[in-house]
Protein backbone atom coordinates (compact mmCIF):
# COMPACT_ATOMS: atom_id res chain seq x y z
CA UNK A 1 0.00 0.00 0.00
CA UNK A 2 0.99 3.37 -0.80
CA UNK A 3 2.30 5.68 1.95
CA UNK A 4 -0.51 8.19 1.13
CA UNK A 5 -2.86 5.92 -0.20
CA UNK A 6 -5.74 6.62 2.39
CA UNK A 7 -4.84 10.84 2.25
CA UNK A 8 -7.53 13.09 0.03
CA UNK A 9 -6.37 16.20 -1.24
CA UNK A 10 -8.42 18.97 -2.38
CA UNK A 11 -6.21 21.50 -4.32
CA UNK A 12 -7.20 24.65 -4.59
CA UNK A 13 -3.83 25.93 -5.86
CA UNK A 14 -3.02 27.08 -9.27
CA UNK A 15 0.72 27.88 -11.26
CA UNK A 16 3.23 26.02 -9.87
CA UNK A 17 3.70 25.90 -6.29
CA UNK A 18 0.69 24.39 -4.93
CA UNK A 19 0.67 21.82 -7.68
CA UNK A 20 4.21 20.69 -7.47
CA UNK A 21 3.41 20.26 -3.69
CA UNK A 22 0.56 18.05 -4.60
CA UNK A 23 2.04 16.18 -7.36
CA UNK A 24 4.40 14.87 -4.95
CA UNK A 25 1.88 13.90 -2.54
CA UNK A 26 0.04 12.22 -5.62
CA UNK A 27 3.45 10.35 -5.73
CA UNK A 28 3.39 9.24 -2.26
CA UNK A 29 -0.70 7.83 -3.47
CA UNK A 30 -2.64 10.51 -2.53
CA UNK A 31 -5.83 11.09 -3.61
CA UNK A 32 -5.53 14.76 -5.44
CA UNK A 33 -8.65 16.61 -6.53
CA UNK A 34 -7.53 19.57 -8.37
CA UNK A 35 -10.48 22.53 -8.33
CA UNK A 36 -9.61 25.21 -11.77
CA UNK A 37 -11.26 28.49 -11.94
CA UNK A 38 -13.17 28.55 -15.25
CA UNK A 39 -11.09 28.76 -18.33
CA UNK A 40 -8.64 26.14 -16.17
CA UNK A 41 -5.39 26.79 -14.00
CA UNK A 42 -3.23 29.47 -16.42
CA UNK A 43 -0.24 26.85 -16.30
CA UNK A 44 -2.33 25.60 -19.00
CA UNK A 45 -0.81 28.35 -21.33
CA UNK A 46 2.18 25.80 -20.96
CA UNK A 47 1.30 22.22 -21.57
CA UNK A 48 4.61 20.65 -20.97
CA UNK A 49 4.72 22.67 -17.46
CA UNK A 50 0.87 21.70 -16.80
CA UNK A 51 1.28 17.90 -17.44
CA UNK A 52 4.59 17.79 -15.15
CA UNK A 53 2.80 18.91 -12.03
CA UNK A 54 -0.56 17.33 -12.26
CA UNK A 55 -0.09 13.83 -13.90
CA UNK A 56 -1.94 11.69 -11.72
CA UNK A 57 -4.74 14.19 -10.11
CA UNK A 58 -8.36 14.82 -10.98
CA UNK A 59 -9.80 17.81 -12.11
CA UNK A 60 -13.20 19.78 -11.53
CA UNK A 61 -13.79 23.32 -12.87
CA UNK A 62 -15.53 25.77 -9.93
CA UNK A 63 -16.05 29.23 -10.16
CA UNK A 64 -15.32 30.33 -6.11
CA UNK A 65 -16.82 33.57 -6.52
CA UNK A 66 -20.39 31.58 -7.21
CA UNK A 67 -22.07 30.71 -3.87
CA UNK A 68 -23.28 27.29 -5.35
CA UNK A 69 -19.33 26.32 -6.42
CA UNK A 70 -18.36 27.79 -3.32
CA UNK A 71 -20.78 25.55 -1.04
CA UNK A 72 -19.52 22.60 -2.99
CA UNK A 73 -15.65 23.45 -2.43
CA UNK A 74 -16.57 23.82 1.38
CA UNK A 75 -18.25 20.39 1.18
CA UNK A 76 -15.62 18.86 -0.39
CA UNK A 77 -12.95 20.32 2.02
CA UNK A 78 -15.03 18.60 4.83
CA UNK A 79 -13.90 15.57 4.10
CA UNK A 80 -10.62 16.31 2.66
CA UNK A 81 -7.14 15.19 5.10
CA UNK A 82 -5.38 18.48 3.52
CA UNK A 83 -6.37 21.49 1.53
CA UNK A 84 -3.98 23.13 -0.03
CA UNK A 85 -4.21 27.02 -1.33
CA UNK A 86 -1.92 29.28 -2.64
CA UNK A 87 -4.09 32.95 -3.36
CA UNK A 88 -2.44 35.89 -1.64
CA UNK A 89 -3.13 36.22 1.82
CA UNK A 90 -7.02 37.37 2.44
CA UNK A 91 -8.37 36.00 -0.69
CA UNK A 92 -9.22 32.85 0.90
CA UNK A 93 -11.50 34.74 3.51
CA UNK A 94 -12.88 36.84 1.44
CA UNK A 95 -14.03 33.74 -0.68
CA UNK A 96 -15.22 32.02 3.01
CA UNK A 97 -12.86 28.95 2.51
CA UNK A 98 -9.55 29.96 4.41
CA UNK A 99 -8.27 27.88 7.42
CA UNK A 100 -10.71 29.14 10.13
CA UNK A 101 -13.58 28.55 7.72
CA UNK A 102 -12.73 25.04 6.98
CA UNK A 103 -11.17 23.85 10.46
CA UNK A 104 -15.01 24.93 11.65
CA UNK A 105 -16.54 22.14 9.36
CA UNK A 106 -13.38 19.27 9.72
CA UNK A 107 -11.32 20.08 12.58
CA UNK A 108 -8.63 17.70 11.46
CA UNK A 109 -7.93 18.80 8.38
CA UNK A 110 -4.10 19.76 7.67
CA UNK A 111 -4.54 23.64 6.05
CA UNK A 112 -1.34 24.52 3.78
CA UNK A 113 -1.21 28.09 2.47
CA UNK A 114 1.77 28.84 0.10
CA UNK A 115 2.44 32.61 -0.77
CA UNK A 116 5.40 34.73 -1.88
CA UNK A 117 6.01 36.38 2.00
CA UNK A 118 4.14 34.54 4.01
CA UNK A 119 0.27 34.95 5.86
CA UNK A 120 1.84 37.71 7.87
CA UNK A 121 4.46 40.93 7.68
CA UNK A 122 4.85 44.27 5.70
CA UNK A 123 5.03 42.33 2.47
CA UNK A 124 2.74 39.68 2.77
CA UNK A 125 -0.49 41.31 -0.15
CA UNK A 126 2.27 42.06 -2.86
CA UNK A 127 2.27 40.18 -6.11
CA UNK A 128 4.66 38.19 -7.50
CA UNK A 129 6.40 35.61 -9.36
CA UNK A 130 9.19 33.67 -9.01
CA UNK A 131 12.24 35.81 -9.75
CA UNK A 132 10.82 38.12 -7.68
CA UNK A 133 10.72 36.19 -4.49
CA UNK A 134 14.57 34.85 -5.47
CA UNK A 135 15.40 39.22 -5.49
CA UNK A 136 14.07 39.47 -2.24
CA UNK A 137 15.62 36.66 -0.72
CA UNK A 138 19.09 37.12 -1.65
CA UNK A 139 19.05 33.67 -3.84
CA UNK A 140 20.35 36.42 -7.10
CA UNK A 141 22.99 37.87 -6.06
CA UNK A 142 24.41 36.73 -2.20
CA UNK A 143 27.85 37.55 -2.50
CA UNK A 144 26.53 40.96 -4.24
CA UNK A 145 27.47 39.85 -7.95
CA UNK A 146 25.49 41.04 -11.06
CA UNK A 147 22.63 38.68 -11.09
CA UNK A 148 21.42 36.85 -14.12
CA UNK A 149 18.14 35.18 -15.03
CA UNK A 150 18.30 31.77 -12.87
CA UNK A 151 17.91 28.66 -14.78
CA UNK A 152 15.50 27.06 -13.08
CA UNK A 153 11.96 28.19 -11.09
CA UNK A 154 13.64 27.32 -7.85
CA UNK A 155 11.26 29.78 -5.57
CA UNK A 156 8.49 27.28 -6.87
CA UNK A 157 9.86 24.29 -6.91
CA UNK A 158 11.40 24.57 -3.58
CA UNK A 159 8.54 25.61 -1.81
CA UNK A 160 6.41 23.15 -3.47
CA UNK A 161 8.75 20.30 -1.74
CA UNK A 162 8.56 22.46 1.62
CA UNK A 163 4.76 22.65 1.38
CA UNK A 164 4.65 18.98 0.80
CA UNK A 165 7.06 18.13 3.67
CA UNK A 166 5.13 20.31 6.27
CA UNK A 167 1.86 18.64 4.75
CA UNK A 168 3.29 14.98 5.51
CA UNK A 169 4.79 15.73 9.34
CA UNK A 170 1.56 17.72 10.13
CA UNK A 171 -0.69 14.35 9.01
CA UNK A 172 1.96 12.32 10.71
CA UNK A 173 1.28 14.71 13.77
CA UNK A 174 -2.30 14.45 13.39
CA UNK A 175 -1.93 10.56 14.42
CA UNK A 176 -3.76 7.78 13.41
CA UNK A 177 -7.05 7.73 11.52
CA UNK A 178 -6.88 11.63 11.21
CA UNK A 179 -8.68 11.68 14.86
CA UNK A 180 -6.93 14.13 16.10
CA UNK A 181 -7.00 18.28 15.55
CA UNK A 182 -5.17 19.40 11.96
CA UNK A 183 -2.70 21.78 11.87
CA UNK A 184 -1.82 25.11 9.72
CA UNK A 185 0.59 24.77 7.29
CA UNK A 186 2.15 28.12 6.56
CA UNK A 187 4.95 28.36 3.57
CA UNK A 188 6.99 31.05 2.28
CA UNK A 189 8.22 30.97 -0.93
CA UNK A 190 10.76 33.87 -0.29
CA UNK A 191 11.35 32.44 3.63
CA UNK A 192 12.47 28.47 2.01
CA UNK A 193 15.09 30.40 -0.75
CA UNK A 194 16.15 32.43 2.37
CA UNK A 195 17.39 29.14 4.47
CA UNK A 196 19.07 28.08 0.94
CA UNK A 197 20.79 31.44 0.96
CA UNK A 198 21.92 31.55 4.49
CA UNK A 199 23.27 34.45 6.43
CA UNK A 200 26.63 36.72 5.16
CA UNK A 201 30.01 35.27 6.69
CA UNK A 202 32.80 36.59 6.87
CA UNK A 203 34.66 35.32 4.50
CA UNK A 204 31.62 36.82 2.43
CA UNK A 205 30.74 39.94 4.16
CA UNK A 206 33.45 41.92 2.48
CA UNK A 207 32.01 41.88 -0.86
CA UNK A 208 28.52 41.74 0.11
CA UNK A 209 27.44 45.24 0.45
CA UNK A 210 24.12 45.45 -0.37
CA UNK A 211 25.03 46.88 -4.26
CA UNK A 212 24.81 45.09 -7.54
CA UNK A 213 27.99 45.89 -9.17
CA UNK A 214 28.29 46.86 -12.82
CA UNK A 215 26.97 49.59 -15.06
CA UNK A 216 23.35 50.41 -15.57
CA UNK A 217 22.52 49.73 -19.18
CA UNK A 218 19.59 48.37 -21.02
CA UNK A 219 18.85 44.66 -20.19
CA UNK A 220 18.34 42.57 -24.01
CA UNK A 221 16.43 39.75 -24.86
CA UNK A 222 19.36 37.48 -25.12
CA UNK A 223 20.89 38.69 -21.75
CA UNK A 224 17.11 38.16 -20.10
CA UNK A 225 16.06 34.73 -21.22
CA UNK A 226 12.76 34.09 -19.62
CA UNK A 227 11.08 32.40 -22.20
CA UNK A 228 8.39 30.89 -23.38
CA UNK A 229 8.07 27.57 -25.00
CA UNK A 230 7.82 29.02 -28.40
CA UNK A 231 11.40 31.00 -27.61
CA UNK A 232 10.56 34.14 -27.55
CA UNK A 233 11.11 36.40 -24.67
CA UNK A 234 8.29 37.67 -22.53
CA UNK A 235 8.55 41.31 -21.54
CA UNK A 236 7.82 42.32 -18.65
CA UNK A 237 9.52 39.46 -16.75
CA UNK A 238 13.22 39.34 -15.54
CA UNK A 239 16.37 40.68 -14.21
CA UNK A 240 16.73 45.02 -15.16
CA UNK A 241 19.63 47.42 -14.67
CA UNK A 242 18.08 50.70 -13.03
CA UNK A 243 20.15 53.99 -13.49
CA UNK A 244 21.71 53.64 -10.15
CA UNK A 245 23.91 50.63 -10.91
CA UNK A 246 21.60 48.38 -9.55
CA UNK A 247 18.68 45.71 -10.79
CA UNK A 248 15.18 45.30 -10.10
CA UNK A 249 13.16 41.84 -10.86
CA UNK A 250 10.06 42.16 -12.89
CA UNK A 251 7.37 39.37 -12.53
CA UNK A 252 5.19 39.71 -14.94
CA UNK A 253 3.44 36.81 -16.96
CA UNK A 254 0.29 36.83 -18.60
CA UNK A 255 -1.84 38.97 -16.33
CA UNK A 256 -3.35 41.73 -18.17
CA UNK A 257 -3.61 44.54 -15.01
CA UNK A 258 0.02 43.49 -13.80
CA UNK A 259 1.20 44.53 -17.87
CA UNK A 260 -0.92 47.52 -17.96
CA UNK A 261 -0.05 48.68 -14.64
CA UNK A 262 3.87 48.56 -15.46
CA UNK A 263 3.11 50.61 -18.74
CA UNK A 264 1.34 52.87 -16.97
CA UNK A 265 4.04 53.54 -15.09
CA UNK A 266 7.05 53.36 -16.63
CA UNK A 267 5.33 55.47 -19.45
CA UNK A 268 4.25 53.20 -21.67
CA UNK A 269 0.90 53.97 -22.68
CA UNK A 270 0.73 53.11 -26.11
CA UNK A 271 1.39 49.62 -25.00
CA UNK A 272 -0.48 49.22 -21.60
CA UNK A 273 -3.69 47.21 -23.72
CA UNK A 274 -1.76 44.36 -25.83
CA UNK A 275 -2.81 41.34 -25.43
CA UNK A 276 -0.46 38.30 -24.29
CA UNK A 277 -0.23 36.49 -27.16
CA UNK A 278 0.95 39.79 -28.93
CA UNK A 279 3.33 40.74 -26.20
CA UNK A 280 4.60 37.35 -26.90
CA UNK A 281 4.82 37.77 -30.97
CA UNK A 282 6.87 41.51 -29.85
CA UNK A 283 8.67 40.04 -27.22
CA UNK A 284 12.30 41.73 -28.17
CA UNK A 285 11.16 44.82 -28.81
CA UNK A 286 8.47 45.21 -25.97
CA UNK A 287 10.70 44.12 -23.56
CA UNK A 288 13.72 46.78 -24.93
CA UNK A 289 11.07 49.09 -24.37
CA UNK A 290 10.91 47.94 -20.58
CA UNK A 291 14.33 47.81 -20.10
CA UNK A 292 15.00 51.42 -21.43
CA UNK A 293 12.14 52.87 -19.27
CA UNK A 294 13.91 50.81 -15.97
CA UNK A 295 17.62 52.26 -16.68
CA UNK A 296 15.95 55.95 -16.29
CA UNK A 297 14.96 55.18 -13.11
CA UNK A 298 16.64 54.30 -9.86
CA UNK A 299 16.21 50.94 -8.11
CA UNK A 300 14.50 52.37 -4.74
CA UNK A 301 12.70 54.90 -6.36
CA UNK A 302 11.12 52.40 -8.80
CA UNK A 303 10.64 49.20 -6.30
CA UNK A 304 8.58 51.71 -4.37
CA UNK A 305 6.69 53.12 -6.79
CA UNK A 306 5.37 50.03 -9.08
CA UNK A 307 5.05 48.48 -5.50
CA UNK A 308 2.17 51.23 -5.31
CA UNK A 309 1.00 50.33 -8.78
CA UNK A 310 0.56 46.54 -7.70
CA UNK A 311 3.20 45.28 -10.22
CA UNK A 312 5.12 42.15 -9.14
CA UNK A 313 8.72 44.03 -8.44
CA UNK A 314 11.51 43.52 -6.16
CA UNK A 315 14.91 45.02 -5.32
CA UNK A 316 17.66 42.34 -6.73
CA UNK A 317 19.44 41.87 -3.16
CA UNK A 318 22.51 40.44 -1.30
CA UNK A 319 22.86 38.41 2.22
CA UNK A 320 23.53 41.65 3.72
CA UNK A 321 21.00 44.04 2.52
CA UNK A 322 18.21 41.31 2.83
CA UNK A 323 18.54 41.26 6.80
CA UNK A 324 19.25 44.99 6.42
CA UNK A 325 16.57 46.42 4.46
CA UNK A 326 14.47 43.38 3.14
CA UNK A 327 11.76 41.23 4.84
CA UNK A 328 13.73 39.33 7.62
CA UNK A 329 15.13 40.65 11.03
CA UNK A 330 17.54 37.67 9.89
CA UNK A 331 17.84 34.19 7.70
CA UNK A 332 14.82 32.52 8.98
CA UNK A 333 16.48 28.84 9.84
CA UNK A 334 13.40 26.60 9.35
CA UNK A 335 11.74 27.62 5.86
CA UNK A 336 7.66 26.23 7.16
CA UNK A 337 5.81 28.58 9.93
CA UNK A 338 3.28 25.56 11.75
CA UNK A 339 0.18 26.67 14.23
CA UNK A 340 0.55 26.82 17.65
CA UNK A 341 -1.44 23.72 17.39
CA UNK A 342 1.58 21.59 15.96
CA UNK A 343 2.86 21.18 19.56
CA UNK A 344 5.41 23.81 20.10
CA UNK A 345 9.25 23.89 19.38
CA UNK A 346 8.15 23.92 15.01
CA UNK A 347 11.58 25.03 13.26
CA UNK A 348 13.76 25.03 16.04
CA UNK A 349 17.09 22.70 16.25
CA UNK A 350 20.74 22.59 17.83
CA UNK A 351 22.45 25.72 17.00
CA UNK A 352 25.46 23.77 15.81
CA UNK A 353 25.38 20.68 13.92
CA UNK A 354 26.55 17.57 15.66
CA UNK A 355 30.26 16.37 16.41
CA UNK A 356 30.82 13.22 14.45
CA UNK A 357 28.99 9.91 16.68
CA UNK A 358 28.42 12.61 19.10
CA UNK A 359 24.85 10.58 20.12
CA UNK A 360 26.28 7.05 20.10
CA UNK A 361 24.40 4.52 21.12
CA UNK A 362 20.99 6.85 21.26
CA UNK A 363 17.92 6.36 19.25
CA UNK A 364 14.83 8.02 18.48
CA UNK A 365 13.57 10.59 20.72
Same mark, same amino acid.
Given at each position: MALLSEVSVLDLSIWRPGPYATSLLTYLGADVLKVEPPGGDPMRFYPELFESVNAGKRSIVLDLKDDDDRARALALATSA? !???????? &? !???RLG +????? !? *?? !????VVYCSISGYGQQGDLARLPGHDVNYQAWSGALSPDGQRASMPPLPIADLASGLAAAFGICAALLG *? &??GGAGTGTYVDVSMTDVLATWTGAATATTAGAATGAVTGAAASVDSDANPATRSGGSSVPGYGLYATADGHQVALGVVNEPHFWS? +???? +?????? *??????? *???RGRELDEAVAQAVAARTRDELVTALTLAGVPVAPVLDRRAVVANGPFPSFPAFPIRLGADAGG???????TA????????????
Amino acid at each position: MALLSEVSVLDLSIWRPGPYATSLLTYLGADVLKVEPPGGDPMRFYPELFESVNAGKRSIVLDLKDDDDRARALALATSAD !VVVEGFRP &G !VMARLG +LDEAA !V *RA !VNPAVVYCSISGYGQQGDLARLPGHDVNYQAWSGALSPDGQRASMPPLPIADLASGLAAAFGICAALLG *R &GAGGAGTGTYVDVSMTDVLATWTGAATATTAGAATGAVTGAAASVDSDANPATRSGGSSVPGYGLYATADGHQVALGVVNEPHFWSA +LCAE +LGLEPL *RHLAFDE *RSRRGRELDEAVAQAVAARTRDELVTALTLAGVPVAPVLDRRAVVANGPFPSFPAFPIRLGADAGGGAGEAAPTAPKLDEHHGQGFR
